[in-house]
């Protein structure tokens, strides 16, 4: 076992967890943040995607040893960090999936939406090819993509205003 020192949205942790643990282990099965999904395994899928350092970043391969010293955001990090920049609601990009209709079984959306958080951030004002490509790690198997990437292009308008 080993302790680990995270920054964990916004927050700083001690957590004891098997050195060779992956942070997706430790954020999910240590800390309870389960918004993180476990889906391949093997860095295929994206539904893992949390932000560090505002980049995303798989975290079932990433060991959580790499991860000591960066600021982790994860989906459930989102709500409490919009309403401390004075914001009001939801965050805007999961306002937008929600009001889109781009949330069918909800496996996807934490890591879809994380990784659109950093296009965001970056580039406030992406053209769709620019979604396509940030979203490029993240396989969604319900909805087609059409309705998540018009969500990321109204919360983009939105948050421009």
């Known amino acids: 076992m080993r302790v680990f020192h995270l920054q964990v949205n916004g927050d700083t942790v ?15 099965y240590k800390l309870g943040l389960t918004g993180s999904k476990q889906g391949c395994d093997k860095g295929d899928c994206g539904a893992c ?38 914001g009001k609601g939801a965050d805007p990009l999961q306002d937008a999936f929600d009001r889109s209709g781009a949330l069918q079984c909800g496996f996807c959306q ?4 994380l990784s659109a958080k950093a ?22 198997r319900c909805t087609g993509y059409t ?6 292009q109204a919360a983009a308008k939105e948050m421009q205003n």
């Open 14 to 28: 001690e957590v004891a967890a098997p050195e060779h643990w992956t942070l997706l282990e430790v954020l999910r």
């Open 49 to 86: 995607t949390v932000l560090l350092d505002g980049t995303p970043t798989l975290a079932c391969l990433c060991l959580a040893a790499s991860a000591e010293g960066k600021a982790i955001t994860t989906i459930e990090g989102l709500l409490p960090a919009h309403r401390a920049q004075g």
């Open 110 to 113: 934490p890591g879809m939406i």
């Open 119 to 140: 296009l965001l951030n970056q580039n406030p004002n992406p053209s769709l090819q620019e979604i396509r490509q940030a979203l490029a790690g993240n396989l969604c």
């Open 147 to 152: 309705q998540i990437f018009e969500a990321i």
